[in-house]
């Protein structure tokens, strides 16, 4: 296993963060980490990183523990921030020497060119970071968290903030890097994870929903999903007596997600809830159960 997270509790004073989380990703793998914004999983990914300690439980890189062995676990993970911070005063090269030579790598110079060449930054080599595009910055903060070579890459959010023609660059570049080494890549977006990831974890309100490879998670139980729209708001538990209707989701005050573990097509029942507690229909689709769809059924708070 390339990391071990065994029961994390992060209290921020009395807020729960992260609440009694688990899991476990094997050497290779590429995992997408998935919530929406405030779900705890930058908190998850600076405990790993051993950016900040852990209220309770344990988390090990690479059989090394967080807490009794963090030098270790930092020779072995490469950790681009959710901000990524960068010298705007400092020209690419002059920036990953220095970091070349906080992780006291031998060879700094032929290291530093290696990098560059292999994130891409050559034509913008010369320049000050803060003469760099945003694709071309995250570009330097990539070459920062792999300079060392590190097993275990932990990517916050990478492509936030991209424009299209950068998000795909940079996708490509994750997709590369991470055919030798175990990637964990947050993400609020989606598709993100059905463009690079083996597997999803799911976090929402610092506990995890789901677990599980991505094609697995769009064929759960839940057979349909059927996206509703009323002329006006209605109570969940009305919705959930509806026949065959096994999970109801709150999209807004008047549309909702239906799910049905049955093959049997809901809609007949939903008009006729709809005639019964005289509601209009306004829009009534089936939707394929898309990961997307997955996700807010699994993060939406009803
Ligand atoms: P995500 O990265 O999924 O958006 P975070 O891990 O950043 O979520 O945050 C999870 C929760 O913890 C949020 O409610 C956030 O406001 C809170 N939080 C994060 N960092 C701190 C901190 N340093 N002090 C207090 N609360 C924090
Ligand atoms: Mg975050």
């Not at 681009?80 to 992780?103: C, K, Q, S, T, W």
């Not at 990478?158 to 997709?175: A, K, S």
Request: glycine share 6%; charged share 30%.
């Amino acid at each position: 296993m390339s990391i071990e997270v065994s029961n994390v509790t992060k209290l921020y004073g009395e807020q729960r963060a992260l609440d009694d989380v688990s899991f476990g990703i094997k050497k290779g793998n590429i995992i997408g980490f998935l919530g929406p914004n405030g779900a705890g999983k930058s908190t998850m990914m600076k405990i790993i990183s051993c950016y900040i300690p852990q209220s309770a439980g344990s988390v090990k890189v690479c059989g090394f523990d967080v807490a009794e062995n963090p030098m270790e676990v930092k020779s072995k993970v490469g950790y681009l921030p959710e901000h990524n911070p960068l010298y705007p005063d400092m020209y690419v090269r002059e920036y990953l020497e220095f970091i070349a030579g906080i992780h006291k790598l031998g060879n700094r110079k032929n290291r530093v060119d290696e990098m560059i060449e292999q994130v891409g930054l050559t034509l913008e080599r010369k320049k000050k970071i803060g003469a760099l595009s945003k694709g071309y910055r995250q570009r330097v903060g990539l070459a920062q968290a792999m300079i060392h070579d590190p097993e275990v890459l932990i990517l916050d959010e990478p492509t936030t903030g991209l424009d299209p023609n950068q998000i795909v660059e940079i996708r490509n570049l994750i997709r590369t890097v991470g055919k030798e080494r175990t990637v964990m890549l947050s993400t609020h977006i989606m598709q993100e994870v059905d463009a690079i990831c083996d597997r999803v974890i799911i976090i929402n309100h610092g506990k995890i929903v789901a677990d599980d490879k991505s094609k697995n998670l769009r064929s759960t139980q839940i057979k349909q999903v059927i996206r509703v729209e009323f002329d006006s708001t209605i109570a969940v538990n009305l919705l959930s007596n509806i026949k065959n209707v096994s999970d109801v989701k709150k999209l807004d005050d008047k549309t909702w997600l239906l799910g049905s573990d049955s093959d049997v097509d809901i809609r007949p029942n939903i008009f006729e809830f709809a005639v019964n507690n005289k509601l209009s229909v306004l829009t009534i689709q089936k939707e394929e159960d898309k990961l997307e769809d997955v996700f807010k059924r699994l993060t939406s708070d009803t």
